[in-house]
Each structure stands twice: as C-alpha cells, then as structure tokens.
C-alpha cells in the first residue's frame, strides 16, 4: 500500500484557495499549552475565521507559523469525524501542490484517503520519538493529525524539536553521525502461511513480522523493485524463506528546505528499541529466525553498530526536550515532519487518531 492520502475524488483544485483575503494576523494570536512553546496554538475563537478559509485563503499566513514553531493545534474548529477530517486533508495539501508515495505498512482504512493510526505497538507500550517515513528518500514533509476521540487515560502525542535536538547532542557524537551517515536494514517476511509455520514465537514476545506484501501492498516482487528503485533502497530476495531484506543509506542530519536550518534527523532510536527486545528473543530457541524477522536494524552507514552509549546519550536529549499534547476531540495537528519528531504515550480505553501526510 502507498502512502498516499491524495487520492481523493473530486479534490478541490489548489487555484481556487488564491482569492484574496484580509489579513488575520495570525502571529498575534498565538498561543502555547507549555513552556517549550511546542506546539503552537490557534484557537477558533481567536482566529474568528473557518477552517476552510484557513488552510486555503490564509494559507500565506499560516505557513510562515508552521515553518517556525514546527507544529500548530488547531483547537475549536469542530471536526466531526474522518468524512470532514479527509475534506480538510485534500483541501490542505491541494495548496501544497505535492503528492507523497512511498512504501509503508498497511494502517487500517478510516475513510477512503485516510490513515488510522492503529493501536500498535500495544496501548501499553511507548512510541518513540520518530519523523514519519525518516528512513526513506523523498519522505513526506508535512503531516496532519485529527483527533476523533481521545483515550480514557494517557495517549497523548509526544513532540520534539529536531533543530533543538541537533544542538543538544554531544558535538563529538553528532559529528560522528555527520561523517559517517546511517544505515537501515530491514527484513520483510513473505506470505503470512509461511511465517505461521517457521516462527512459532510466543505471544509476549511481541507481534509476528511484518510481510513485504503488507508493506508495499501487493504480491509481484516486481512492484517492490520498482518502489525500492523510486526510492533509493536495495532489495535482496532470500529464496529460502520468501522473504526480502532492504537496505539503504542516508544522512544521519539534513538541512530543512525552507528554513535552512540544521535538523537532527534519523531512525537511531529505534535501534536501542530493537536492541532491548532482541535480547529477549535470544533466550528463544527460535532466535536466529526471530532476530532477522525484526523490521527495523540501524547502523552505522559502513555496515558497523552503533555504540550503546551513543544512543543513551540520544535517549537522554530526546528525552529533555520531549512535549506532550493532550487531545481534546476534534483537535487539528499541523506538524512539519522534518522539523518536529513525535511519538505516543501509553494509554487506556479506546482512541481514534487519524493521518494525512503529503
């Protein structure tokens, strides 16, 4: 399946959101839920305009706000559900001009153009702190996120700063980085029959792997080249099991587009996660097989790991300069996804979050 969230029939053109409009001063109407000004905040009743009007006419003044703060709660403006959530994602990155298509894992379908973010990895476990899709070329640079309904308790949406992170980290370790760059490995399992049969992995020892028909959303091994290749990724196919092992190297900081500013961006975090469960898997009599079923290996960009120190020390700067958002239902989230990292905390009850990313 693709990423894609533009799809969408009868799409608003982007020429019609061009009519003129008084200015809103948006900038004076900003507020913040906490002291590290993450995110920013436009309320409906400051604002005094509608949504619509918002993200289209004034979008001159609202994306200067985004570039800057790296997030924006649009609290108050009553989305109803994902029907009004898919309106307002087309009508907003119809102004982009940009569609994004890369490979993904399958989300369940919340409306046709949408994203819902499942509640996996279990309510009781952590999201890191992740930009979406950071580990592929060409990733999407914006995001929206639409609360239907809360969590009973907890679920909050974590933010950081990756301009913060990035001068917070030990000069010595970011210059490693820089020099040496990542790399991510990742093996897809193939059919579902066959991983059922070859990795009887116990249920506390986490979610069976990921298929690379899943993944890509479809069956022709074909398809998955072409994707690899449009986005910069090696594919190797192991014969002896179905299963597919992609790799690709990229920088571990980039320079945002419109900013200009230096970002810390990559997946190593979710290399110390990894870690953490492989050494659970390795009291298993299946590990070697467990191991490789791991979807997700950061390295080194020469092939060579990463110290665990480093990533403590990661940890801990994420850590520091981590926000939380609490949702409140119909909340609009605007990230720019090179700028801000997010992830999720625990939670309890049912929750609703969807995406749109473009």
């Given at each position: 399946?693709?990423?894609?969230?533009?799809?969408?029939?009868?799409?608003?053109?982007?020429?019609?959101?061009?009519?003129?409009?008084?200015?809103?001063a948006l900038a004076r109407k900003v507020g913040f839920i906490n002291t590290q000004k993450l995110p920013?905040?436009?309320?409906?009743?400051?604002?005094?305009?509608?949504?619509?009007?918002?993200?289209?006419?004034?979008?001159?003044?609202?994306?200067?706000?985004?570039?800057?703060?790296?997030?924006?709660?649009?609290?108050?403006?009553?989305?109803?559900?994902?029907?009004?959530?898919?309106?307002?994602?087309?009508?907003?990155?119809?102004?982009?001009?940009?569609?994004?298509?890369?490979?993904?894992?399958?989300?369940?379908?919340?409306?046709?153009?949408?994203?819902?973010l499942q509640p996996s990895p279990r309510p009781t476990e952590t999201v890191l702190q992740h930009n979406?899709?950071?580990?592929?070329?060409?990733?999407?640079?914006?995001?929206?996120?639409?609360?239907?309904?809360?969590?009973?308790?907890?679920?909050?949406?974590?933010?950081?700063?990756?301009?913060?992170?990035?001068?917070?980290?030990?000069?010595?370790?970011?210059?490693?980085?820089?020099?040496?760059?990542?790399?991510?490995?990742?093996?897809?399992?193939?059919?579902?029959?066959?991983?059922?049969?070859?990795?009887?992995?116990?249920?506390?020892?986490?979610?069976?792997?990921?298929?690379?028909?899943?993944?890509?959303?479809?069956?022709?091994?074909?398809?998955?080249?072409?994707?690899?290749?449009?986005?910069?990724?090696?594919?190797?196919?192991?014969?002896?099991?179905?299963?597919?092992?992609?790799?690709?190297?990229?920088?571990?900081?980039?320079?945002?587009?419109?900013?200009?500013?230096?970002?810390?961006?990559?997946?190593?975090?979710?290399?110390?996660?990894?870690?953490?469960?492989?050494?659970?898997?390795?009291?298993?009599?299946?590990?070697?097989?467990?191991?490789?079923?791991?979807?997700?290996?950061?390295?080194?960009?020469?092939?060579?790991?990463?110290?665990?120190?480093?990533?403590?020390?990661?940890?801990?700067?994420?850590?520091?300069?981590?926000?939380?958002?609490?949702?409140?239902?119909?909340?609009?989230?605007?990230?720019?996804?090179?700028?801000?990292?997010?992830?999720?905390?625990?939670?309890?009850?049912?929750?609703?979050?969807?995406?749109?990313?473009?």
């Open positions: 399946m693709t990423a894609s969230i533009l799809d969408i029939a009868g799409k608003p053109k982007a020429s019609r959101a061009r009519e003129a409009s008084p200015a809103l920013a905040v436009l309320r409906a009743d400051s604002v005094k305009c509608d949504l619509t009007s918002l993200l289209t006419q004034h979008r001159g003044e609202l994306q200067p706000l985004l570039r800057k703060y790296g997030a924006l709660l649009l609290r108050g403006f009553n989305i109803a559900d994902a029907a009004e959530f898919n309106r307002v994602a087309a009508l907003y990155f119809a102004g982009e001009g940009a569609e994004h298509n890369a490979p993904q894992e399958q989300r369940r379908p919340a409306h046709p153009g949408l994203l819902a979406e899709l950071g580990d592929i070329a060409g990733l999407p640079q914006d995001l929206l996120l639409f609360c239907e309904a809360p969590a009973t308790r907890g679920g909050e949406t974590t933010l950081a700063d990756t301009r913060a992170i990035y001068a917070h980290i030990d000069p010595d370790i970011r210059s490693e980085f820089e020099r040496r760059g990542v790399q991510y490995q990742r093996h897809l399992a193939g059919e579902p029959q066959h991983v059922k049969s070859a990795l009887r992995i116990p249920q506390r020892l986490g979610r069976q792997p990921r298929t690379w028909q899943a993944v890509f959303g479809t069956d022709s091994r074909a398809g998955v080249e072409a994707a690899c290749q449009a986005h910069a990724l090696t594919v190797e196919w192991q014969e002896t099991d179905g299963s597919a092992a992609i790799s690709n190297r990229l920088p571990a900081t980039l320079l945002h587009p419109v900013t200009r500013e230096r970002l810390w961006f990559n997946r190593v975090l979710q290399a110390g996660r990894c870690s953490a469960s492989w050494t659970e898997l390795a009291r298993h009599p299946l590990a070697v097989t467990a191991l490789r079923s791991r979807p997700l290996r950061v390295l080194f960009g020469d092939g060579t790991r990463i110290p665990s120190g480093h990533i403590k020390h990661l940890v801990d700067v994420h850590r520091r300069l981590t926000t939380t958002v609490p949702w409140q239902p119909g909340d609009l989230l605007l990230l720019d996804n090179l700028l801000t990292c997010h992830g999720r905390r625990p939670f309890r009850g049912p929750m609703k979050l969807l995406m749109a990313m473009g």
